[in-house]
């Protein structure tokens, strides 16, 4: 009698739902670490990008104040510094806007774009800026010493990640420069216009969420305000 040899072909089902059930976990870590990996990028590049622009206000900030303070003495001069459309609303950018009078009131002002970003937030009408920027600033007359704090708010992010940004610079002191320039007048720094508080900044002017002001709740300083005014006369 011939003998028939038997022998084990294929996988049992245990086999194949085990494998299974393997692949759909690998499947799932390395999804996970992909995704971990691309929220880590978006992090830090948008960590990047709104430290470079919070650079940028802060600097033309700074150079139109020391230019501006700095001027001609022989008529009065009055200047303004604020954002216009900080919360970036749609069809807008945030502009860093000096304004320019002839005496303290304004008189006769005249609007200058120290920083329009618009060429690099451009968005579509019905969207957002990117970003949306916020500043605020302090004077220590005792020192003349100009603080300015930013705070950088991305539009686009689901986390609406905020970064802060806190700066200042030394004005030359106006008794010093009058004597040296052998001109007689007084030259006033002034802050006025809203306080950092959160309701300023959850404000339709600002836009900023509950979860927002959390994320900078130790920035909040009502001693900040949104306009800083420089006058001459």
Do not use: H
């Not at 499947?27 to 978006?42: D, E, K, Q, T, Y």
């Amino acid at each position: 009698m011939k003998k028939i040899s038997r022998k084990k072909k294929g996988f049992t089902l245990v086999e194949m739902v085990l494998v299974l059930a393997i692949t759909v976990m690998l499947g799932g870590i390395i999804a996970g670490v992909c995704a971990a990996i691309s929220n880590s990028f978006i992090t830090t590049y948008n960590i990047d990008d709104s430290a470079d622009y919070a650079m940028l206000y802060a600097k033309g900030f700074e150079n139109s104040f020391l230019t501006y303070s700095q001027a001609t003495w022989e008529s009065k001069a009055y200047w303004k510094w604020e954002i216009v459309n900080p919360s970036g609303a749609p069809g807008t950018v945030p502009t860093l806007t000096a304004y320019a009078g002839s005496t303290a009131e304004g008189t006769g002002t005249t609007a200058y774009a120290v920083f329009d970003p618009t060429n690099l937030m451009t968005s579509p009408p019905s969207s957002k800026s990117k970003w949306a920027i916020s500043m605020f600033y302090k004077y220590d007359p005792e020192n003349c010493y100009v603080n300015y704090r930013i705070f950088v708010k991305d539009n686009y992010s689901n986390t609406n990640y905020v970064t802060r940004y806190d700066g200042g610079f030394w004005l030359p002191r106006f008794e010093d420069c009058a004597k040296y320039d052998n001109v007689e007048g007084t030259r006033t720094v002034e802050i006025n216009g809203e306080s950092l508080t959160a309701a300023t900044l959850k404000s339709a002017k600002y836009g900023f969420t509950d979860d927002d002001v959390a994320q900078i709740e130790n920035g909040i300083d009502p001693t900040y305000k949104d306009t800083i005014v420089f006058y001459y006369g």
